[in-house]
T-cell receptor
Framework: DSGVTQTPKHLITATGQRVTLRCSPRSGDLSVYWYQQSLDQGLQFLIQYYNGEERAKGNILERFSAQQFPDLHSELNLSSLELGDSALYFC????????????????FGPGTRLLVL | DQQVKQNSPSLSVQEGRISILNCDYTNSMFDYFLWYKKYPAEGPTFLISISSIKDKNEDGRFTVFLNKSAKHLSLHIVPSQPGDSAVYFCAASALGQGAQKLVFGQGTRLTINP
């Protein structure tokens, strides 16, 4: 158990809909990262938040957005869903932002499996 | 543009022998490398990491070797155990960008045979 929690575990929805995925980082961690794992793309970095502020963006679609709240939990919002958005969505956390002199190990949650029908 | 590559999709090893998983990268800015293990229906679990200032890091049965000139790293597991059967991901990141994005390889499925 990494200490990172994600809800829900599974989500089934229809095209065009909007969903929210939730992540709680490990106790004491300030950074939250979101990754998408699809069958053909592997694990892809989406976005990072550090202490409530966006720190880095990866291959995140404009239909997707995220935020980190004062209690440090994070939500990933996916809107206008398409069939191709079906994937595993992982959240990870680390203590620092990782942008300083020391690299940070990221610890992953169990993921949310999203199926868009 | 795949900056981190794991060229072997699968590997089968006998229990008790050494498992060697390989990873190549193309971005010379990468300076921190990690290995994660993933079981089905679970998130990736951190195994071991190495900074570019080292060429070897060891933790119990797991050793990671880094060859910067070849842009190659490998994970050695010895002795291999049935519980090691999983998908192994290599990941890399670069310092100094004010953030930390991990770039993952496609994974290698390791099967340990009794």
């Amino acid at each position: 158990d990494s200490g990172v929690t994600q809800t829900p575990k599974h989500l089934i929805t229809a095209t065009g809909q909007r969903v929210t995925l939730r992540c709680s980082p490990r106790s004491g961690d300030l950074s939250v990262y979101w990754y998408q794992q699809s069958l053909d793309q592997g694990l892809q970095f989406l976005i990072q938040y550090y202490n409530g502020e966006e720190r880095a963006k990866g291959n995140i679609l404009e239909r997707f957005s995220a935020q980190q709240f004062p209690d440090l939990h994070s939500e990933l919002n996916l809107s206008s869903l398409e069939l191709g958005d079906s994937a595993l969505y992982f959240c990870a956390s680390s203590f620092r932002s990782g942008g300083g002199a020391v690299q940070e190990t990221q610890y992953f949650g169990p993921g949310t499996r999203l199926l868009v029908l | 543009d795949q900056q981190v590559k794991q060229n072997s999709p699968s590997l089968s090893v006998q229990e008790g022998r050494i498992s060697i998983l390989n990873c190549d990268y193309t971005n010379s800015m990468f300076d921190y490398f990690l290995w994660y293990k993933k079981y089905p229906a679970e998130g990736p679990t951190f195994l071991i990491s190495i900074s570019s200032i080292k060429d070897k890091n060891e933790d119990g049965r797991f050793t990671v070797f880094l060859n910067k000139s070849a842009k190659h790293l490998s994970l050695h597991i010895v002795p291999s155990q049935p519980g090691d059967s999983a998908v192994y991901f290599c990941a890399a990141s670069a310092l100094g960008q004010g953030a930390q994005k991990l770039v993952f390889g496609q994974g290698t499925r390791l099967t340990i045979n009794p």
